[in-house]
């Protein structure tokens, strides 16, 4: 039985002014049957870790270097992040695609060095509106899993989110077939490539414009085991009934 999962990704949002809104959360979430992660941005991942302590609300990491350590200005290893408290880390999500020029096999070193030092990761792959309306979606999304999960993933240590790059910010998103066409293509690679216990064990979070509003019907799609949740995952009260939906 795959565990559910709420994922909040606060991008590059939040200083210490939104740590009571976690704290909320925190309260609210202290004993809850689903696993709720918020990963906030790296400079307040410690301060978060904190306020989360001795709730069932866990704190991630939105990126980390593929290296130990080394001459990287600006970035954070895997062992940093969880050093701060973190339990997960994103990691090849659309806009560090976009905006780092991330490629698969980046993200997959990325992979590695979370779960190295015991992170969860939790892989991003989608396609673009222009990839969907040339039925090239599961070509896409097979090439995206292929090259950036790697071999030594676990039922434990990987999560996959598929999040269409469309969808992200958007308010668009896509219909509960396509949605689950896509999750029951990932879940069949999976055990492909992995196994049975690997590929049914593995949790699947879909991404993209997740609301209160349409949470259920989402979840209620086969293989959606959660969500990873961008604009709503800011405020407690908009977090909190899409946790309830799971
Ligand atoms: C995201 O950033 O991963 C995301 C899904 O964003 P939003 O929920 O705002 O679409």
Redesign the pocket.
Request: net charge neutral.
């Given at each position: 039985m795959r565990q559910k999962l709420a994922a909040g990704?606060w991008?590059m949002n939040g200083t210490s002014a939104m740590l009571p809104e976690l704290k909320a959360l925190a309260e609210a979430y202290g004993t809850a049957g689903v696993e709720v992660l918020i990963c906030p941005p790296a400079a307040l991942l410690h301060r978060a870790a904190v306020v989360v302590s001795d709730s069932a609300v866990a704190v991630g990491g939105q990126d980390c270097h593929a290296a130990v350590s080394g001459a990287h200005t600006g970035d954070n290893s895997a062992e940093m992040l969880k050093d701060a408290g973190a339990s997960a880390v994103?990691l090849g999500?659309?806009?560090r695609r976009t905006d780092h020029s991330e490629r698969d096999a980046a993200v997959c070193a990325k992979a590695e060095a979370a779960m190295a030092v015991g992170l969860t990761a939790i892989v991003?792959l989608g396609e673009s509106l222009q990839q969907r309306e040339a039925g090239e979606t599961l070509t896409v999304i097979g090439a995206q899993l292929q090259g950036s999960v790697p071999d030594g993933s676990t039922a434990d240590n990987l999560v996959i989110?598929y999040?269409p790059i469309w969808?992200?910010?958007?308010?668009k998103v896509p219909t509960l077939e396509q949605i689950g066409e896509v999750h029951g293509f990932l879940r069949a690679q999976l055990v492909a490539r992995f196994g049975d216990e690997l590929g049914t064990g593995v949790r699947l979070l879909y991404?993209?414009?997740?609301?209160p509003g349409n949470a259920a019907e989402i979840f209620a799609v086969e293989d959606v085991d959660g969500?990873?949740?961008?604009?709503?995952?800011l405020k407690a009260a908009d977090f909190a009934p899409i946790i309830a939906a799971l």
């Open positions: 990704n991008k994103i999500h659309s806009e991003c989110a999040e969808a992200i910010g958007t308010g991404g993209g414009s997740v609301k969500a990873l949740v961008g604009g709503a995952s």
